[in-house]
């Protein structure tokens, strides 16, 4: 990964004194730091003042989250009357942006702003984890940092694994996932996590990783990571996600199958997602201007109906079938479900009926309950 | 009143409006009731006199063979305030199109030494457009494209994201796209389809847009002068379709077969969803009497046994 090193650091006031504030001033002590008020302006000014979105990104922002860390994914929304089969999977978004410059990353068209934002009351986050979690002993929760920014790679400085790992291995109904395409690991290796993080990756062939995800780990380092993972005892999780449809892409994502359980047990794999490329159309617009040499516009991309662009019907079947057949050869245990897809995509690859998001959901927390 | 041979018609320092647009109405005005504004100049010690505002005036005043013009001559001052009045005076008069905006704009840069920030928040809403850096380089973009591309914009309605998108390709490019625009008067919708199919194949197919027009046989059809425009307009489409989209478009024929070969009562239709997202298929009876509907669901009742029903359901 190419290492993150903002120019500027602001920090809110109302944040000064918190762990994660110490960590990141502490880890950052040759960047120049503006301490403000509130960040509301500055964000909002933000896309006009910066002619790109890659320089602005060497603005962090440490704000106070004033709203709620914790939602349901937002995959679990009905969207222009079409349901997709979602895994009942829930959010923290205790950061927004991402300093790695994968082509498909929704987040550009996605964020209002585009400065690296992590939120520091993690003291609030936790009291709302406790009551959303440790309140509802009787419900079962997935949850996961990866929805607005990558789990890992700013943790080096951040440091905020740490509090969520310990507070997750004191979770009877509680699984955490932190989902990257870092080899950002330093911090969790000698954690007492009790089994109840997932450490998770997002895996395509090299040639898409090269071409597509610009300033990610390579697959190597991630690999290299996810083994220190699971000799630290840690479940480790793979998202082959966006699955790109190209000339190879049956080779090169066989290849990648076999390499990845080559190297990782099954049976210390919690679960494997598979996610075909799907974007909204604006998402498309950004990409032809900012990476311009990127093949995903070229895909045999239609709309569906939940008002995304999407391989077409059968393309993307047959990508999930082989998909699943590959990784069912390799590790024949491992649960795989498809992410945000068509009930008729998913019986269609699963052969079965589709379950209910909560089902779903149930079915992947006990696999490390 | 001043001679138009003492006008320097080349220096076109304070010009925004390029030399070629249209002067049909000026023209018609100027033979109707004469040049009613006075051309704006300064002058200049070495060489004639330099116009200010007035280009087109000037130029359809030329056409029409007039060799006097009623003026008014400035003493110099500095050219970035010539300019400023010029730009001025011009748009209290009229609105400016993209292209002069994007003239103006380079100009302000160019020759009079505008920075970035002063362009951003002073001249972008002058000029009615928001004031940010996006904007900005867009239109330092469009004011500095080929001339062929900015007389399509103005003459044949060529889109701007488009001309921005072609002024990347070749000369020969971006002439087969201007000519397709013109020869079947695309409109926007229109544009956007054909350019997005010949950019995402050029790109595909790694070669030129020219190139790609030849592989798919639109050339051919594009010269069959036994069909209708609309016949071949429609016919390059559906090439280029096939060739961006091949399994949409090999679905697409599987299905209409299928549906044809049902032979569907008149007055009945079969409907998949679009793109085939989705699982259901719906059959519509549409009739005007009840009479109609049963024999119409009489009809339809041939259908049941049809194998056509299953396969066409394999294709969702």
Redesign the interface.
């Known amino acids: 990964m190419k290492k993150y090193k903002p120019d500027i650091v602001y920090v809110e006031t109302s944040v000064e004194d918190s762990a994660i504030t110490k960590n990141v001033l502490s880890s950052l002590p040759h960047v120049s730091v503006q301490r403000i008020d509130s960040s509301t302006e500055l964000l909002e000014n933000a896309r006009e003042l910066n002619p790109s979105l890659a320089r602005a990104k060497k603005s962090l922002v440490l704000a106070e989250h004033k709203g709620e860390f914790f939602k349901a994914c937002p995959g679990q929304q009905v969207k222009g009357g079409s349901r997709n089969i979602c895994c009942n999977y829930y959010v923290i978004n205790f950061a927004s942006n991402c300093h790695m410059e994968c082509s498909y990353c929704y987040l550009q068209a996605y964020l209002n702003f585009p400065h690296m934002v992590v939120y520091a009351n993690v003291e609030d986050l936790i009291a709302e984890l406790v009551s959303q979690i440790s309140n509802h002993p009787k419900q079962y929760f997935r949850v996961g940092t990866g929805e607005l920014a990558d789990s890992l790679a700013l943790d080096g400085f951040t440091g905020y694994s740490l509090p969520l790992v310990e507070f997750f291995s004191k979770q009877r109904n509680a699984v955490l996932e932190l989902k990257t395409k870092s080899n950002q690991i330093q911090n969790l290796v000698g954690l007492n996590h009790n089994g109840r993080t997932v450490v998770a990756w997002s895996l395509n062939p090299p040639f898409i990783q090269f071409s597509e995800e610009h300033k990610t780990s390579s697959i190597e380092e991630r690999l290299t990571a996810a083994e220190k993972c699971v000799e630290a005892g840690y479940p480790v999780a793979f998202h082959f996600d966006p699955i790109i449809h190209y000339p190879e892409w049956r080779r090169d994502y066989r290849d990648l199958i076999k390499e990845t359980f080559a190297r990782i047990p099954s049976g210390s794999v919690a679960w494997i997602s598979l996610g075909a490329l799907r974007m909204p159309d604006t998402l498309k617009e950004v990409i032809q201007r900012r990476f311009p040499d990127s093949i995903l516009p070229l895909g045999e991309l239609i709309p569906a109906p939940d008002g995304k662009l999407r391989y077409f019907k059968p393309i993307r079947t047959e990508m999930y079938e082989l998909m699943r057949k590959w990784v069912g050869e390799l590790g024949s245990d491992v649960p795989v479900y498809a992410c945000m897809e068509r009930p008729e995509v998913w019986e269609r690859v699963f052969g079965a009926t589709h379950p209910s998001n909560e089902a779903l959901g149930d079915s992947l927390v006990q696999v490390v309950s | 009143m001043l001679r138009v041979e003492d006008v320097d018609v080349e220096d076109r320092t304070y010009a925004v409006t390029p030399g070629w647009f249209a002067l049909e109405k000026l023209r018609e005005s100027i033979q109707t009731v004469g040049l009613l504004i006075p051309l704006r100049l300064e002058t200049d010690a070495v060489r004639k006199l330099r116009l200010i505002s007035g280009f087109r005036r000037l130029k359809a005043a030329q056409g029409l063979d007039i060799k006097e013009i009623p003026c008014i001559i400035s003493s110099p001052k500095p050219p970035r305030e010539v300019f400023m009045e010029a730009l001025w005076e011009n748009l209290a008069c009229r609105s400016f199109t993209e292209v002069e905006k994007g003239v103006a704009l380079n100009k302000l840069r160019n020759q009079f030494g505008s920075e970035e920030s002063e362009l951003i928040k002073e001249f972008l809403p002058l000029l009615e457009l928001r ?3 996006f904007h900005l380089e867009r239109y330092l973009s469009i004011g500095e494209l080929p001339e062929i591309i900015q007389k399509a914009m103005i003459l044949e309605g060529l889109s701007t994201d488009i001309a921005l998108g072609i002024s990347r390709w070749r000369k020969q490019e971006q002439v087969l796209f201007i000519e397709l625009v013109a020869r079947y008067q695309l409109g926007r919708n229109r544009q956007k389809g054909f350019f997005e199919m010949l950019r ?1 194949l050029r ?2 197919l790694r070669t030129t847009a020219s190139t790609v027009w030849k592989q798919v046989g639109a050339e051919e059809i594009d010269k069959d002068s036994e069909l209708s425009p609309q016949d071949r307009l429609a016919g390059i489409h559906r090439l280029l379709r096939a060739q ?5 478009t090999q ?1 697409e024929e599987k299905y209409r077969k299928l549906r044809n070969s049902l032979s569907l009562p008149s007055g009945t239709k079969l409907d998949v ?7 259901r298929v719906s059959f519509t009876i549409d009739a005007s009497s009840a009479g109609e509907l049963r024999n119409l669901v009489r009809k339809s009742k041939d259908l049941l046994d049809r194998q056509e029903l299953d396969e066409i359901f394999a294709l ?1």
Do not use: C
Request: glycine share 4%.
């Open positions: 004031p940010d850096r995402d790109k595909t961006r989209y091949p399994n949409l679905h969803p679009p793109y085939f997202e989705g699982s969702l």
